[in-house]
């Protein structure tokens, strides 16, 4: 019964309410893991978008970007010897990083950028005020937008050079 | 040199917005439909003027007319079309309850009807040609009753080949007041903005298909915005001002997200009535053919640019770019607004009235999906590069378009080789072969799936005639601030339930508010039937 218990608590955990019935798959970002930190390796996650809460049914920022309410959801993840698994949210170039918070429940945060990158860490500490990532990436996932990819040199416009357009 | 018949009616690339090479394999290809354009030489075409407000009593009778007109835009002639030779059409303004007769007369060489967007009224005045009426012929007329038994803003506009025909100009709006005091808050001016686009290039208008409409995948996205008809809206008003602006969207497929230069914009209503709770916002996205009624607070002097601020893609680059439209102007300046509502503003209301009439199907809420719709598309024949190019591309597709982001592919496809679906998951059945039966005071809810699984999805404004519904939940998550709409709009990959309450019997269509998508097939159609008596209650 105990037993019966604990596990209900840690699926409701993993389980976000209200994503469950009708998850927009199409807007999930699969996390993956790296093979740096053992206790992850085995461990699976998303992350979750919906629209936040807006009179219009979809929800964008005054200049035209998408605002999600992202979130995370971790399992399989075993504790590490020494530190506290943090979520973030960054720009595909790492330029932009907003700390979303230590893995314990689920995590949920906000974003409004065009691509985005959902990193997990391991820190030495869940301190509130870091602003970068210092421990090794255990897991990530890319926004789908950030498979939209140039055409040139690709598909019809083969011929088309990549360097013409700022492609290396 | 001023462009010749024989200049405009031929198919030209449209304009693109991006710097995109062609595509090879299609330097010279045209869609397979001939061009079509109102005769941009005719003689004796009368000069539109500014569209004008025709005040309405109950039983009262307008006379409305679809003729070609002749406009000035960005400084150069077209010939388009018009109601009543205004652009837009007169502003018919009516207290709630009223029936008006509009007898309505067409003297454009191709068929019409007029379908008054939003209203519950008769399913015979509906105007959907083949559903409710016959197409009205060059010459003929046909008299509508239209009948107005909600408050707020709609609008009016043909239910045939609506991607040419409301795109030249046919397109009205009606504005009705409620007849009790303080239905809205006081304000000290109110203004109906229409807004639009429309496809143009150096030698004029860019022509539709003959017998099918080009911009068949993603619909037809305009290079010039319209406010009110004009490419330079403008509006003056005091400092302080709080305004009140009926927002309607009438272009073919453009979502536009609209800021009024920053100033502090509150939601009051959408398109059937208000909302639970007024909130403010910092833009307001207006899908085709959705309402929103917005109060705007100017506080300070200056000049305020109405914008449409956007995401774009450059599908080609796999780029997001912002891309801003400047729609109108708004000069704040002179002697302070008298009186000075700026308190009222700040303080959103609550609408009791709204959340009383709501109640009365809150109890259906938590009911399973009566119906299910899942969204799609199918293409035929379409070249081989834009085959290639679209099934690459589809590894991320934007919730919304808000850009043409593949002019000449989307150009190049007309509704001959593009069919957009509407499923019925229950049957199978798709778009007119699913007719579905209501009792008269059902109360309905349908999930609709808009599949990013397909060739090239997209998101669809759904409208559904002569009801009105709640979208009750947008990916499982409840909405908490329901508002009455009749048009709503569903995103790539997302799903939304709508509750729709048959109130008003009749054959009825739900369809996407995109003209390409609907003249590609996206509709269904409905019976609400009167309810058969009931036993026992009403046989005295
Ligand atoms: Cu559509």
């Known amino acids: 019964m105990t037993t019966f218990l604990a596990l209900a608590i840690l699926l409701s955990g993993a389980a976000p309410a209200g994503l469950c019935e009708a998850p927009p798959e199409y807007y999930k970002i699969d996390l993956v893991p790296t093979r740096r930190v053992p206790a992850a390796r085995q461990a699976t996650g998303a992350a979750h978008l919906t629209y936040t809460e807006s009179p219009f049914g979809i929800s964008v920022s005054p200049a035209g970007h998408y ?14 010897p020494a530190g506290v698994y943090v979520a973030w949210l960054s720009t595909p170039n790492l330029k932009e990083v907003v700390r979303l ?43 789908r937008s950030g498979l939209m990819h140039t055409m040139a040199g690709h598909g019809p416009y083969e011929q088309e050079p990549c360097t013409v357009y700022g492609y290396y | ?55 309405l009593a109950d039983g009262d009778t307008l006379h409305l007319e679809a003729t070609l007109i002749r406009r000035q835009l960005g400084g150069r002639p ?8 205004q652009y837009p059409g007169p502003l018919i303004s009516v207290t709630r309850a009223a029936t008006v007769v509009v007898v309505f007369k067409n003297e454009l060489e191709e068929p019409t009807t007029v379908h008054w967007h939003g209203l519950r009224l008769d399913n015979r005045f509906d105007g959907v040609a083949g559903l409710t009426q016959a197409p009205v012929a060059q010459g003929e007329s046909f008299t509508y009753e239209v009948f107005f038994p909600d408050t707020g803003i709609y609008w009016y506009h043909p239910h045939m080949r609506e991607d040419m025909q409301q795109d030249l100009g046919l397109y009205g709006n009606m504005l009705v007041h409620s007849e009790r005091e303080g239905y809205y808050s ?36 305009g290079n010039v915005m319209l406010t009110n008809g004009v490419t330079d809206y403008s509006l003056a008003a005091a400092p302080g001002t709080v305004a009140r602006f009926y927002l309607t969207n009438v272009a073919n497929a453009r979502t536009f997200n609209i800021t009024f230069g920053g100033a502090p914009i509150k939601v009051v209503a959408s398109d059937v009535s208000k909302f639970e709770r007024e909130v403010f ?17 100017f506080e300070h002097p200056g000049e305020y640019a109405i914008t449409n ?51 009365s199907v809150r109890g259906f809420f938590d009911r399973p999906p009566d119906k299910e719709l899942s969204l799609t598309v199918r293409v035929t024949n379409l070249p081989v590069p834009i085959m290639m190019a679209m099934e690459a591309d589809t590894l991320y597709v934007p919730p919304m378009e808000w850009n043409d982001a593949m002019p000449m592919m989307n150009w190049l496809s007309t509704g001959s080789q593009v069919t957009w679906i509407m499923r019925d998951a229950a049957t199978g059945k798709e778009n007119m072969d699913i007719r579905w039966d209501f009792a008269l005071g059902d109360i309905v809810k349908v999930r609709i799936f808009n599949d990013p699984k397909s060739f090239h999805p997209m998101n669809h404004p759904i409208h559904v005639h002569g009801q009105r519904f709640l979208v009750l939940e947008m990916d499982g998550r409840r909405n908490t601030n329901l508002v009455w709409k009749d048009t709503a709009v569903l995103p790539v990959g997302s799903t939304m339930d709508l509750l729709i309450e048959m ?33 026992g209650s009403s046989g005295d």
Request: charged share 20%; with cysteine.
């Open chain 1, 67 to 80: 605002r999600y309410d992202v979130e995370v959801v971790v399992e399989n993840l075993r504790p590490a």
């Open chain 1, 101 to 143: 918070g230590p893995l314990t429940d689920a995590i949920r945060g906000r974003t409004e950028w065009n691509k985005f990158l959902v990193i997990i860490t391991l820190e030495s500490s869940a301190r509130a005020n870091q602003s970068r990532w210092q421990g090794p990436v255990v897991m990530r996932g890319l926004s």
């Open chain 2, 1 to 55: 040199m001023p462009a010749t018949a024989a200049d405009t009616l031929v198919w030209r690339m449209p304009p693109m917005d991006m710097s995109m090479p062609m595509m090879p394999g299609l330097e010279d290809a045209v869609p397979p439909a001939l061009p079509a354009l109102p005769d941009q030489q005719a003689m004796g075409i009368p000069v539109a003027r500014p569209s004008e407000v025709v005040s």
């Open chain 2, 78 to 85: 077209f010939v388009m079309y018009g109601y009543n030779q």
């Open chain 2, 186 to 221: 006081t304000v000290n001016l109110e203004e109906v903005l229409v807004l639009d686009d429309l496809l143009i290039d150096s030698h004029g208008l860019i022509p539709w298909g003959q017998t099918s409409p080009t911009h068949a995948l993603m619909g037809r996205f």
């Open chain 2, 281 to 297: 916002v910092e833009s307001v996205p207006v899908a085709p053919a959705e309402r929103y009624v917005v109060e705007v607070h």
């Open chain 2, 309 to 359: 601020a956007v995401q774009a893609i450059n599908h080609f680059r796999g780029e997001f770019y912002p891309h801003v439209d400047t729609l109108g102007m708004i000069s704040v300046a002179g002697a302070p607004a008298a009186p000075d509502y700026g308190e009222d503003f700040r303080v959103p209301r609550t609408n009791t009235d709204v959340i009383a009439d709501v109640d």
């Open chain 2, 503 to 535: 109130s008003n019997p009749g054959d009825w269509m739900a369809h996407c508010h995109i003209a390409e998508h609907l003249s590609a097939g996206m509709m269904l159609g409905f019976t609400v039937h009167r309810a058969p008596p009931s036993k």
